[in-house]
């Protein structure tokens, strides 16, 4: 495989690379390139082609546009692989927002730097009431967009190489999440308890329920006797029409434990449902949605959220999305000491570093608390180690001289008698002792001033055991110090 140049004006030159004959016609086929550049640059690109064409990634030049193929990835691809509330969300950023900007530019012709540059003006121009930027996670999501329909082009084999991994989309900035306090959830509940949505908050704060999960909700989901229910499916709106659907991943369909309070309020609010349904003469069924109108017709999703918010008015409490319900119940449950794996188990996430890093605000105190109910755990057994070594201390010399006793080894001198004076069954031992290593704390001293540690140490042990002292005695005896 050969290619030549030629110069067709100035700064325009005509790459041609030979790629043989034709196997059926034996005609020779040639390859035409245009490019624009100086010479220098011009006879570099032949060298490219050909290595492009031998290696099989060689992608002929096309008029399309970004716009079309984003177009053509949306109907060949995304509609084959996500869910409609997906593909709808997709259609509404590349129409509204990539393809205005990008849609123009030829495809193959689409480098890095005009992706970043679109990110740069969407963060501070992009809002479409021209009011400001969009947020990082916004932009984020376009990128993820457009990098994944020009990985697709990638395979298809218009393209031959994805522009996008070439750029730094904006670092994602986790916002604190908004909850409410213990004090704060009493005003809200009261402010709820007279509205219709008094049932659905409650048992979002109570479960950390998705706001479309509690909406698809049915009895023969709820075991009332058992105090469970069970995830099975999830309602939203798309296009003015109501779609129920599987939870968004295999972890979300799960079974979850009602609270005692909760269990009650549900056995209540299903009285009061089924004579409000004889009055219609719509009778309650299993098959109902638990929370609907009163004709059994499900809620709109964006209904609930706008009463929502009206309530946290009326309760005089700072705005915040339904979802925040959820980030509300996972919060106290972790302050309340509920080990995270349960937490998110509840919460249906597929891992529990997912729980830990969403709820890693909380975890600092959660840290501290830990660390307390440690030290009250163990600190009663450490005092009785001191106590010993302490009464050990204060007969020998502790002042680090010739005939002097170091703290470790008292240490350990007192926890080896503390395993010999709780021993189960001191005859035994007697019989058969255990093979013990001379403790090294007598080491360096005179004979006298041994014995008289040792007189202390077993004086200290048979007052644990002072049912059978000589035996104890014995075993120290033999085993520490020779006689």
């Known amino acids: 495989m050969r290619g030549h140049i030629k110069q067709r004006a100035k700064g325009s030159w005509s790459i041609v690379i030979d790629v043989g004959r034709d196997p059926q016609t034996g005609k020779r086929q040639q390859q035409w390139h245009t490019i624009k550049g100086t010479k220098k640059e011009a006879e570099a690109k032949p060298r490219e082609l050909i290595d ?256 929502f918010g009206n309530i946290l008015q009326k309760a005089g409490l700072p705005h915040m999305r339904f979802h925040d319900l959820r980030h509300t119940h996972a919060t106290l449950m972790l302050k309340a000491g509920i080990h995270p794996k349960i937490v998110s188990e509840r919460l249906g996430h597929a891992k529990v570093s997912i729980t830990l890093d969403i709820y890693s605000h909380i975890l600092p105190g959660l840290q501290e608390a830990a660390a307390e109910s440690f030290d009250k755990m163990l600190k009663p057994k450490i005092l009785d180690v001191e106590d010993v070594s302490k009464m050990l201390a204060n007969e020998g010399d502790l002042n680090g001289g010739a005939d002097g006793i170091r703290t470790h080894y008292l240490l350990t001198a007192s926890q080896t008698l503390s395993r010999l004076s709780y021993s189960p069954t001191p005859k035994s031992l007697a019989k058969s002792p255990p093979k013990l290593k001379r403790v090294q704390c007598f080491s360096g001293r005179p004979q006298a001033s041994r014995r008289q540690s040792l007189a202390m140490m077993i004086k200290s042990v048979n007052h644990h055991t002072p049912k059978q002292p000589s035996v104890t005695s014995l075993i120290i005896a033999e085993r520490v110090l020779p006689m």
């Open 52 to 307: 492009a064409l031998e290696k099989g990634v060689f992608v002929k030049p096309s008029k399309m546009t970004v716009g079309e193929w984003l177009e053509e990835w949306l109907k060949n691809y995304a509609a084959l692989h996500v869910s409609p509330r997906t593909l709808e969300g997709y259609k509404f950023l590349i129409r509204r927002h990539i393809a205005p900007a990008l849609g123009a530019l030829e495809l193959t012709k689409l480098e890095s730097r005009h992706l970043q540059n679109y990110y740069a003006k969407a963060l501070t121009t992009g809002r479409l009431n021209g009011e400001g930027g969009l947020g990082n996670r916004s932009v984020q999501y376009q990128h993820r967009i457009i990098s994944n329909a020009l990985k697709y082009g990638l395979r298809m084999g218009v393209l031959s190489r994805n522009v996008a991994q070439a750029v730094d989309p904006p670092r994602l900035v986790r916002k604190p999440l908004s909850v409410l306090s213990p004090e704060d959830l009493a005003r809200f509940l009261k402010a709820a308890k007279d509205t219709i949505y008094y049932p659905i908050l409650f048992a979002a704060l109570y479960t950390g329920m998705r706001r479309g999960e509690l909406l698809a909700l049915r009895w023969r989901d709820i075991d009332l006797a058992m105090s469970t229910l069970s995830v099975v499916n999830s309602l939203y709106r798309l296009n003015r029409q109501t779609v129920i659907k599987e939870p968004k991943s295999q972890h979300s369909r799960r079974m979850i434990a009602l609270p005692p309070t909760l269990t009650l309020m549900l056995s209540n609010y299903k009285i009061e449902q089924a004579r409000q349904r004889e009055i219609i003469d719509k009778p309650l069924s299993d098959n109902d949605f638990v929370f609907a109108h009163i004709d059994g017709e499900p809620i709109d999703p964006d209904t609930v959220t706008q009463a």
